[in-house]
């Protein structure tokens, strides 16, 4: 059955009259009398008869009658509740975010905006930045933040980069770093990897790290205990860590750097819920503040990078 017959159900149990329940159709009587007979062979019973005191319906008929109501207000209701999402960017986001990023700048960046989107929602899972990659692109989030460049046709507004430092107990200069310990945390791959390249294009060898660890947090405790040196993206940590940092460059002095993207799917995009938050993190970028680390924004691309 469509709302339509659902509709004329309701309306004709409610005026238990063919001629008042066409006119709030908007129908002639006769296409309603049709309307009606459609219904019944749908159904294969009887629904509705007429008699001298108006429209007599069947137990079956007033059973359905009534549901057809209830269904009814719920319809409009729903439509009601999707009209306001899209005035009012009511709705809930799928974001996924690495756990760095989750745990030092998430937090601020959802509480400004529900300031300003109090409707929105966000369904919030930590990843990693290829894993988060390959989720918007299946479509099972929304949209996400991901460290590095990564070769991808999915949309995407660069929203920071990161200068990369060398940290260590003591200060040091970047010739020393081959003689110390090196310690690698657990990052994405792209980061990994550009780790090894500025290592190659620096000391001319392959980068060996003495030690792996779980996170930036750990390997920064480490760092500060003396037990090597780590490369980081971003000084956010700063305040937290008694340690020293020394900014790096290519061979050819350009600053060490990583980008960081927001990632989002083009099929939700007409979304007014996604379209207010992509229009507050354009407003707001760079999202990490340069007092932490001199980030900059260099615009959005549609593409690979």
Same mark, same amino acid.
């Given at each position: 059955?469509?709302?339509?017959?659902?509709?004329?159900?309701?309306?004709?149990?409610?005026?238990?009259?063919?001629?008042?329940? +066409?006119?709030?159709?908007?129908?002639?009587?006769? $296409?309603?009398?049709?309307?009606?007979?459609?219904?019944?062979?749908?159904? #294969?019973?009887?629904? $509705?008869? =007429?008699?001298?005191?108006?429209?007599?319906?069947?137990?079956?008929?007033?059973?359905? $009658?009534?549901? +057809?109501?209830?269904?009814?207000?719920?319809?409009?209701?729903?439509?009601?509740?999707?009209?306001?999402?899209?005035?009012?960017?009511?709705?809930?986001?799928?974001?996924?975010?690495?756990?760095?990023?989750?745990?030092?700048?998430?937090? #601020?960046?959802?509480?400004?905006?529900?300031?300003?989107?109090?409707?929105?929602?966000?369904?919030?899972?930590?990843?990693?930045?290829?894993?988060?990659?390959?989720?918007? !692109?299946?479509?099972? +989030?929304?949209?996400?933040?991901?460290?590095?460049?990564?070769? #991808?046709?999915?949309?995407?507004?660069?929203?920071?980069?990161?200068?990369?430092?060398?940290?260590? =107990? +003591?200060?040091?200069?970047?010739?020393?770093?081959?003689?110390?310990?090196?310690?690698?945390?657990?990052?994405?791959?792209?980061?990994?990897?550009?780790?090894?390249?500025?290592?190659? %294009?620096?000391?001319?060898?392959?980068?060996?790290?003495?030690?792996?660890?779980?996170?930036?947090?750990?390997?920064?405790?480490?760092?500060?205990?003396?037990? !090597?040196?780590?490369?980081?993206?971003?000084?956010?940590?700063?305040?937290?860590?008694?340690?020293?940092?020394?900014?790096?460059?290519?061979?050819?002095? =350009?600053?060490?750097?990583?980008?960081?993207?927001?990632?989002?799917?083009?099929?939700?995009?007409?979304?007014?819920?996604?379209?207010?938050?992509?229009?507050?993190?354009?407003?707001?970028?760079?999202?990490?503040?340069?007092?932490?680390?001199?980030? %900059?924004?260099?615009?959005?691309?549609? !593409?690979?990078?």
């Amino acid at each position: 059955m469509k709302l339509e017959d659902l509709n004329t159900l309701s309306v004709l149990f409610r005026t238990k009259n063919l001629t008042q329940a +066409a006119a709030q159709l908007y129908i002639s009587q006769p $296409a309603l009398t049709v309307r009606l007979q459609n219904i019944e062979r749908e159904l #294969d019973c009887k629904v $509705a008869a =007429r008699s001298n005191r108006g429209v007599v319906f069947t137990p079956e008929g007033e059973y359905l $009658a009534k549901r +057809a109501a209830e269904i009814s207000a719920l319809m409009e209701q729903t439509l009601r509740h999707v009209r306001r999402m899209q005035s009012e960017h009511l709705g809930t986001i799928r974001l996924l975010a690495p756990s760095s990023f989750s745990r030092y700048f998430l937090l #601020d960046i959802l509480r400004d905006y529900k300031a300003v989107s109090p409707g929105t929602n966000f369904q919030i899972e930590v990843a990693d930045s290829s894993e988060i990659v390959k989720r918007v !692109g299946a479509l099972e +989030a929304h949209c996400g933040f991901v460290h590095g460049d990564y070769m #991808d046709t999915l949309p995407k507004l660069r929203v920071a980069s990161m200068p990369a430092y060398v940290v260590s =107990r +003591a200060p040091l200069a970047v010739e020393q770093m081959p003689e110390l310990p090196f310690i690698t945390h657990n990052t994405s791959e792209k980061t990994h990897e550009m780790i090894r390249e500025w290592w190659q %294009d620096r000391f001319d060898a392959d980068l060996e790290p003495q030690m792996s660890v779980k996170n930036i947090d750990l390997c920064l405790h480490m760092v500060e205990a003396g037990m !090597g040196i780590g490369i980081v993206f971003g000084d956010f940590w700063d305040k937290d860590y008694k340690i020293c940092k020394l900014p790096l460059h290519w061979s050819d002095h =350009r600053p060490l750097t990583r980008s960081l993207w927001f990632l989002y799917a083009s099929e939700v995009m007409e979304s007014p819920c996604m379209c207010g938050f992509l229009n507050f993190l354009r407003e707001r970028a760079p999202l990490i503040p340069p007092s932490r680390g001199g980030m %900059d924004l260099d615009g959005e691309a549609g !593409g690979g990078s």
